[in-house]
């Protein structure tokens, strides 16, 4: 090649570079001021979720994205999403929220959050509601105004929905059809104390294990299950390894959705009410979704022999409530929750 084409190519390419680096610099621009053209700032919030784009839990974030910005025209608000554990999992959001960092964005379990507030563990109890509908008026009530302050103050997170809403019920590698079965039973369980405090009272034997090595700890015998939902038994592929999946319905979950108060507080008074409208919905979207999806889920695994569906009789549910009533009582009246405990089973 001449020496002319050689410095003509130079100079092509330099061109080039020039070009992509005014464009790059205009996209970051516009994620952060309004444009020279007058369009409406980007809000970028960082959204995390542990699972794929399908599950009701990355829905709720969807659904979020869409209503924030149904509900306000003062900013265009764009919820980057990271899925599959690429941010980690719950207990990692919970930190990076907490410090203003990586994450704006979540649905974080009750338990993960109570080691920071330890008044929010009453909404992860097993037998807190008698059913969905009981839950619903729970949630819609002002009863948790207190644990919000405290959690904001506490945790510099701030809930603004609920979604959840699906049982939580019985995974195991050997069949378990009744409370007799049920007994010796290793499984994994959440953190906050009540959840081991309920499984050996009924019999069976509790450990605390990180989510994300539940797989592993069942495929080594360290444990024979867990208690989850039908959704998470689909998603995270825990018939692999445990191919009994038995509803006994001892929690009907609350996960709250939260933003970062860092987040949150850059933006205006008309952007925030927003925010806590189209939280308040993509939470409820999210717990319909879940409750939707979630029968539809197990039965596919099941009709393609993945997995093998068993059901507690009512006696059976009444044993299991009967058994763990005492170590529920117990713990109200050790975490100082006895008040709102009694409050919660009078609503109707």
């Known amino acids: 090649m001449s020496l002319g084409k050689k410095t003509g190519m130079r100079l092509l390419v330099a061109l080039m570079l020039l070009v992509l680096a005014q464009s790059v610099v205009f996209a970051a621009g516009a994620a952060e001021s309004p444009a020279a053209s007058g369009e409406k700032k980007v809000v970028v919030l960082n959204g995390a979720s542990m699972f794929d ?19 306000q025209d003062e900013v265009v ?24 960092e990586s994450v704006d964005l979540a649905i974080i379990a009750p338990a993960h959050t109570a080691q920071r507030v330890p008044s929010i563990a009453i909404l992860d109890m097993p037998l807190l509601f008698r059913d969905f509908e009981h839950r619903e008026a729970v949630l819609n009530s ?3 105004d207190s644990i919000t302050e405290e959690i904001i103050k506490k945790a510099r997170i701030r809930p603004i929905g609920y979604a959840g809403g699906a049982s939580r019920n019985i995974i195991s ?3 378990i059809r009744n409370m007799q079965e049920l007994k ?11 959840w081991a405090k309920v499984f050996s009272a009924v019999g069976a034997v509790p450990s605390v294990i990180a989510y994300d090595e539940v797989y592993s700890a069942i495929q080594t015998r360290v444990i024979d299950g867990l208690e989850n939902e039908k959704v998470g038994y689909a998603q995270m592929r825990f018939f692999e390894v445990a191919k009994h999946f038995t509803e006994n319905d001892h929690s009907i979950t609350v996960r709250p959705l939260y933003i970062s108060e860092t987040a949150y507080q ?31 889920e197990l039965q596919k695994l099941v009709d393609a022999g993945l997995a093998v569906h068993h059901k507690f009789s009512d006696a059976d549910k009444a044993e299991f409530r009967r058994l763990a009533t005492p170590a529920l009582l117990s713990y109200v009246d050790e975490m100082g929750f006895r008040s709102l405990y009694e409050k919660i089973q009078t609503i109707k």
């Open 173 to 175: 590698n050997y069949p």
């Open 77 to 100: 608000v764009e919820v980057r999403m990271n899925l599959n554990r690429s941010l980690g999992i719950e207990s990692d959001y919970l930190r990076f929220m907490s410090q203003g």
């Open 184 to 194: 010796g039973f290793k499984l994994r369980v959440q953190g906050a104390p009540i």
């Open 53 to 71: 784009v399908d599950h009701p839990y990355t829905q709720t974030l969807i659904k979020f994205e869409e209503l924030v910005n149904k509900y």
């Open 266 to 296: 850059k933006l205006s008074p008309t952007v925030q009410q927003a925010v806590l409208k189209a939280g308040a919905e993509a939470g409820a979207y999210g717990a319909q979704f879940e409750l939707d999806m979630a029968d539809s």
């Open 142 to 144: 002002n009863l948790f």
